[in-house]
Nanobody, 123 residues
Framework: QVQLVESGGGLVQAGGSLRLSCAAS????????MGWFRQAPGKEREFLAT????????DYTNSVKGRFTISRDNAKNTVYLQMNSLKFEDTAVYYC????????????????WGQGTQVTVSS
């Protein structure tokens, strides 16, 4: 089973950018659809973006469309989340997750999760 480790979080001013990375190991990365999620304090974990095994299909929640971009490099076993025009309300712990083959917008469909990386946006 694949293991996931996120990195790239930090403190950024509103309007700035960050790129999160999620490195996979221990499995065949290209056989997994990947997703990014986040959880703000006191809120439920929410879906942000998903990408298909080959990277040709992506989907986003409305609140990040046009600002966030999910991508993957199967040669490097890594999925990315490029975040632009960050807002204070983007402050959260960001998680990547993997599920075999098919993309999903539901966190309940992802059996494998990373430990999360904190993103803090200052206003």
């Amino acid at each position: 089973q694949v293991q996931l480790v996120e990195s790239g979080g930090g403190l950024v001013q509103a309007g700035g950018s960050l790129r999160l990375s999620c490195a996979a190991s221990g499995g065949t990365f290209s056989s997994y659809a990947m997703g990014w999620f986040r959880q703000a304090p006191g809120k439920e974990r929410e879906f942000l973006a998903t990408i298909s095994m080959g990277g040709s299909i992506t989907d986003y929640t409305n609140s990040v469309k046009g600002r966030f971009t999910i991508s993957r490099d199967n040669a490097k076993n890594t999925v990315y989340l490029q975040m632009n025009s960050l807002k204070f309300e983007d402050t959260a712990v960001y998680y990547c997750a993997a599920r075999p083959r098919v993309t999903s917008l539901s966190l309940n469909n992802y059996p494998t999760w990373g430990q999360g990386t904190q993103v803090t946006v200052s206003s």
